[in-house]
């Protein structure tokens, strides 16, 4: 199988420690699909230096939240600020320059690779 290297994403300088307020803010995120609303305003916030996580059952919307903060869903409403930005309205590759990416979770692994090819 053949290796592929990946570009490396500069990402702006940062002082994080010991910095007050939040690094993500969403605030009233909707969103719908004709008639079905997917998310119905979401308030999330993650302070600097915070490791969160967010879980649920199936068919809670966390995917659809996670496709809205990285620009692969537009949300009907509603405000994502990451780092003091407005990101809503940004394609996925304008949102990762700014420090936000996302992994997929992959359980069909190949044995002959190895745990970073995977």
Known sequence: MESRQLAPVELRDRQV?????NLVDVQKLTKRFGGLVA???VDFAIPYNAIVSLIGPNGAGKTT????????????????????????????HEIVERGIGRTFQNIRLFNDMSVLAN
């Open 17 to 21: 420690v010991g910095r007050a307020g």
């Open 39 to 41: 998310n119905r305003d």
């Open 65 to 92: 939240f996670f496709n809205q903060i990285t620009g692969m869903y537009q949300p009907t409403s509603g405000s994502v600020v990451f780092d003091g930005t407005n990101i809503v309205g940004l394609s996925p």
